[in-house]
């Protein structure tokens, strides 16, 4: 392959697939300061390799496992104190199917734009606490220990906010797509 068509390869690559490997990384719960780099590193890796192009969905299944691969290596290195709920254990091959089927669906046709337009409305019928628990957990990447000393709550308190907040999105989401 020439250099300018490895270039254009490249380019489309990343043009086509950036957005989804970006989402199934923030989807895994990879903390959103380290998705760039994750992000990067996933393409780098792919285009390192003797890549060949087998269609959107071989290539996007592929940098699905790359990415998955480069979060759990990078979580072994920094040795967080609080892993992934669940993980540890994605090396199972019915969990890592379980995993891929779901967000497979989530993108749908639409990119998962349905999907997350549901979960914002759905958001906005949670109490404030809960919505704050969530975001902690979540998107900061909190221990619960910190998110029950700041909000003055016990870990077992922090637990129940959790599964109670994620019980009602789900049931909100599955109205809101008529699932």
Not at 31 to 46: A, R
Not at 67 to 93: I, M, Q, V, Y
């Amino acid at each position: 392959m020439t250099p300018t068509r490895r270039i254009e390869v490249a380019e489309s690559l990343v043009r086509t697939h950036q957005g989804s490997v970006r989402g199934f990384l923030l989807f895994l719960g990879c903390p959103e300061g380290w998705v760039d780099d994750l992000v990067q590193d996933v393409f780098l890796s792919v285009l390192s390799s003797e890549f060949e192009d087998r269609g959107e969905r071989a290539t996007a299944a592929l940098l699905r496992t790359v990415a998955k691969n480069l979060l759990l290596k990078s979580r072994r290195r920094e040795a967080r104190s609080t892993p992934l709920e669940g993980l540890d254990r994605l090396d199972d091959s019915g969990r890592q199917d379980l995993l891929e089927r779901a967000w497979v669906e989530f993108e749908a046709d639409d990119g998962g734009e349905r999907y997350l337009e549901a979960l914002r409305g759905c958001l906005t019928g949670l109490s404030t606490r809960q919505r704050e628990v969530l975001e902690w957990r979540y998107r900061a990447a909190r221990p619960l220990s910190r998110i029950a000393r700041e909000s003055g709550m016990t870990e077992a308190g922090v637990k129940s906010v959790l599964v109670r907040s994620k019980k009602a999105l789900r049931a909100c989401i599955e109205r809101k797509l008529g699932a």
